[in-house]
């Protein structure tokens, strides 16, 4: 990622002005997403393979989604992006390691619709805000890094570690939401807390 785009990436994040979608590859996925999504929701930084670990460092806590079309990454890369709930979606085939909730799309026009959907998704009226974090029922605002993912993921679960949904628990039952985070075999998932 060149200096200017890292430094971008940074800003976005410690001023709150956007979550941030690395994508990774040769350059012309990321100029094609950014003539159909809406940046008032995404920052996208361009990102090549052999980049990708400094990339995700510049991103707090970690990105939110990576979109890539390259065949292979390090396996750092692929280890690093099961650390944490990052929503990852592939044109083409995926390389081997990622997550299990990664989507692969075999058409661009699939993998952008996937995109802005994941933008537009609405859980019992819990949804992203524009900017960052979420828009909650009762109309504030919460961040949460897990509970975007989740919320941008549904109704697929998200595989990462159970600490990183901790604040979503918490954030959903100040906001008094009707939801519950399920867990099962290393998956997390929204689920509806009516007759729980």
């Known amino acids: 990622m060149t200096t200017a785009l890292a430094l971008q990436a940074r800003r976005a994040r410690r001023h709150g002005r956007g979550r941030t979608a690395l994508v990774v590859g040769g350059g012309e996925l990321a100029v094609a997403l950014r003539d159909r999504l809406d940046r008032a929701y ?8 052999a980049e990708m670990m400094a990339a995700a460092g510049d991103c707090l806590p970690w990105p939110w989604m990576v979109i890539g079309d390259a065949r292979t990454l390090a396996p750092d890369v692929s280890g690093c992006l099961g650390l944490h709930p990052v929503l990852v979606f592939w044109q083409g085939p995926a390389p081997p390691g990622l997550p299990a909730h990664t989507r692969a799309f075999e058409r ?21 805000a524009p900017g960052g974090g979420l828009t909650m029922p009762d109309g504030t605002h919460a961040g949460n890094a897990g509970l975007e993912a989740l919320v941008a993921g549904h109704p697929r679960p998200v595989f990462a570690p159970a600490r990183d949904f901790r604040g979503a628990v918490a954030s959903l039952r100040s906001h008094g939401v009707a939801l519950r985070l399920a867990r099962r075999g290393g998956a997390t998932s929204l689920v509806s807390a009516q007759g729980a």
């Open 108 to 128: 661009f026009a699939d993998l952008a619709a996937a995109v802005e959907a994941a933008l537009l998704v609405d859980v019992e009226g819990v949804r992203l």
């Open 42 to 49: 995404l920052t996208l930084c361009d990102v090549r393979p």
